[in-house]
């Protein structure tokens, strides 16, 4: 298994643009979060998706932001407008559907937004 | 709010000595997990353990957990200079999937 694989690896665009960042979690794990790490503010829960359906996206910064999972091997976080303190590091991470399984990390995109 | 807090939140020692992280939380935990992060890198899950039990052995790593003080230890014997990288605690609460990171531990070994 390859793992939760993330891309692109590093986005660097300009203030204004919309990024958009993927996820393909691992086969089988029905539970996708999206996490945001900044040496500020650490690790922040952004979104969490089960079954495809986003159950609690309070992390969520504001409307510029969004997210989507239309199927069990893909999901998206949109940023529209970015803006220069939307830069950080973007994980997702996915597991079984049990508290009992750690979650699996991808390797992150670092975002910069200049 | 983050829930563990990792402490301290540095530290440095030589190879070959042991390296003890604590976690702290707030409120009651169904499991609590261990995870390492490399520069650069995702976090790699480590160790999980539940709120019924007190230590679990992995490798070189060993986790205890004291329910009472709401506490846990991560301690990483006769370590490597490839142990540096920062540790992170994640609790598990009530019928929540949503883990809860602390702000990590950074651990250099030097060689």
């Known amino acids: 298994d390859a793992g939760v694989i993330q891309s692109p690896r590093h986005e660097v665009t300009e203030m204004g643009q919309e990024v958009t960042l993927r996820c393909k979690p691992i086969?089988?794990?029905?539970?996708l979060f999206w996490y945001r790490q900044t040496m500020m503010r650490g690790l922040e829960l952004l979104i969490y998706f089960n079954n495809n359906v986003p159950i609690d996206d309070s992390g969520m910064p504001e409307d510029r932001f969004s997210a989507k999972m239309p199927n069990a091997s893909f999901s998206t976080l949109k940023i529209q407008p970015s803006e220069p303190r939307d830069s950080a590091v973007y994980f997702c991470?996915?597991?079984?559907?049990?508290?009992?399984?750690?979650?699996?990390f991808g390797s992150g995109t670092r975002l910069t937004v200049v | 709010s983050q829930q563990g807090e990792e402490d301290p939140q540095a530290l440095s020692i030589q190879e070959g000595e042991n390296a003890t992280m604590n976690c702290s939380y707030k409120t009651s935990i169904n499991n609590l997990q261990w995870y390492r992060q490399n520069s650069g890198r995702g976090l790699v899950h480590l160790i999980l353990i539940r709120s019924n039990e007190r230590e679990k052995h992995s490798g070189r790593l060993r986790v205890t957990l004291d329910t009472s003080k709401k506490s846990s230890s991560l301690l990483i014997t006769a370590s490597r200079a490839a142990d540096t990288a920062s540790y992170f605690c994640a609790t598990l609460s009530g019928g929540s999937y949503i883990p809860t990171f602390g702000r990590g531990t950074s651990l250099i070994v030097h060689p």
């Open positions: 991470a996915s597991t079984p559907d049990s508290s009992i399984y750690g979650y699996t």
């Open positions: 086969s089988g794990h029905n539970s």
